[in-house]
T-cell receptor, first 115, second 114 residues
Framework: DSGVTQTPKHLITATGQRVTLRCSPR?????VYWYQQSLDQGLQFLIQ???????AKGNILERFSAQQFPDLHSELNLSSLELGDSALYFC??????????????FGPGTRLTVT | AQTVTQSQPEMSVQEAETVTLSCTYD???????LFWYKQPPSRQMILVIR????KQQNATENRFSVNFQKAAKSFSLKISDSQLGDAAMYFC???????????WGAGTKLIIKP
């Protein structure tokens, strides 16, 4: 158990819908990262937050957005869902906000299926 | 742009034997980290081992060790005394010290034969 929690574990929804994935980092970690793992594109970095502020952006679609709240939990919002958005979405956390800070610890992921 | 390549989609090894998984990467940076993550059927992503590029000594964690060849941009993982619980997808990942994101290889599926 990494200490990072993600809810829900599974999500099934229809095309065009909007969903919210939630992540709680390890106690004491200020950085949260979101990754997408899909069959065709492998693992991709989406976005990073540090202490409530966006720090880095990767291959995140405009239909997707994220935020980190004062209690440090983070939410990833996916809208206008398409079949290709079906994937495993991971949240990871680390202690600090600098690239030299410690390694990232991953949550169990949320499996999103878009039908 | 940095890239990570794992050329072995699948490897198999007899239980108690040793297996080596390959990873190469491409970067123009000199300061970075390399990681091996394990993803068992549960889909949880578990950190196996980490190597800092500035360290010449190869990292070791119990039965897991790496062969880090900085000039060749190679970072292989050796698993000694393979156990059934080692069966998983193994991902090699790169992170520079000027960037936050992990860049991933495609993964190698490791099968352990009893």
């Amino acid at each position: 158990d990494s200490g990072v929690t993600q809810t829900p574990k599974h999500l099934i929804t229809a095309t065009g819908q909007r969903v919210t994935l939630r992540c709680s980092p390890r106690s004491g970690d200020l950085s949260v990262y979101w990754y997408q793992q899909s069959l065709d594109q492998g693992l991709q970095f989406l976005i990073q937050y540090y202490n409530g502020e966006e720090r880095a952006k990767g291959n995140i679609l405009e239909r997707f957005s994220a935020q980190q709240f004062p209690d440090l939990h983070s939410e990833l919002n996916l809208s206008s869902l398409e079949l290709g958005d079906s994937a495993l979405y991971f949240c990871a956390s680390s202690v600090g906000g600098t690239p030299k800070s410690y390694e990232q610890y991953f949550g169990p992921g949320t499996r999103l299926t878009v039908t | 742009a940095q890239t990570v390549t794992q050329s072995q989609p699948e490897m198999s090894v007899q239980e108690a034997e040793t297996v080596t998984l390959s990873c190469t990467y491409d970067t123009s940076e000199s300061d970075y980290y390399l990681f091996w993550y394990k993803q068992p059927p549960s889909r949880q992503m578990i950190l196996v081992i980490r190597q800092e590029a500035y360290k010449q000594q190869n990292a070791t964690e119990n039965r897991f060790s790496v062969n880090f060849q900085k000039a060749a941009k190679s970072f292989s993982l050796k698993i000694s005394d393979s156990q059934l619980g080692d069966a998983a997808m193994y991902f090699c990942a790169y992170r520079s010290n000027s960037n936050y994101q992990l860049i991933w290889g495609a993964g190698t599926k490791l099968i352990i034969k009893p």
